[in-house]
């Protein structure tokens, strides 16, 4: 089947396609259109573009409205999925997770790196699959912990032990 939508891939049209052949269509085509195409002047599913068939609704980005049209949603980890890329492609709202960010940040690097959109699907996918592995990790509660553990560091008994030791050093170096 083919999917067309505007050229110059950003977040949601970099997801669309990874969402479209791992869980929809394997054998998808993708085709890229200038912004001011008509839907529907193209033959095929049109995504993520003014008037398109899938496409924002809502507060949901159009990757949130692929997973809900095509019984999707029952996969948590696809809906944590789509809540990171809602916050990578959408301007900041109230709840901005630190990931889309990240994501945000990581594809406008492509943007300026890579003009061919069919390239930047194919270096955008391992970046896609790793998001999946993570959001299942963060859905299951089995994300590694960040770093390594901190020493709890209790101030007040130091700064007291430090300042007792000050007074009785004070007393043997005065003149």
């Not at 008509?38 to 068939?53: N, W």
């Amino acid at each position: 089947m083919k999917w067309v939508t505007r050229r110059n891939a950003h977040v949601d049209r970099t997801a669309c396609p990874w969402l479209i052949r791992r869980f929809i269509d394997a054998d998808a085509v993708f085709v890229f259109v200038p912004a001011e195409t008509d839907p529907v002047t193209v033959a095929g599913h049109t995504f993520d573009m003014r008037g398109g068939e899938y496409s924002h609704e809502g507060a949901k980005c159009t990757f949130e409205v692929v997973v809900d049209r095509h019984g999707l949603a029952s996969d948590p980890t696809l809906v944590e999925m789509g809540r990171i890329i809602r916050d990578a492609d959408v301007p900041p709202s109230r709840t901005c997770r630190p990931e889309g960010t990240g994501l945000d940040a990581l594809i406008r690097g492509f943007q300026l790196s890579t003009p061919d959109d069919h390239e930047k699907l194919r270096l955008t996918e391992p970046l896609y699959d790793a998001l999946y592995a993570y959001c299942r990790a963060k859905v299951a509660e089995t994300l590694p912990k960040q770093g390594a553990p901190r020493p709890s560091l209790h101030y007040r008994r130091r700064v007291l032990a430090h300042l007792d030791e000050g007074e009785e050093t004070t007393d043997v170096h005065e003149p």
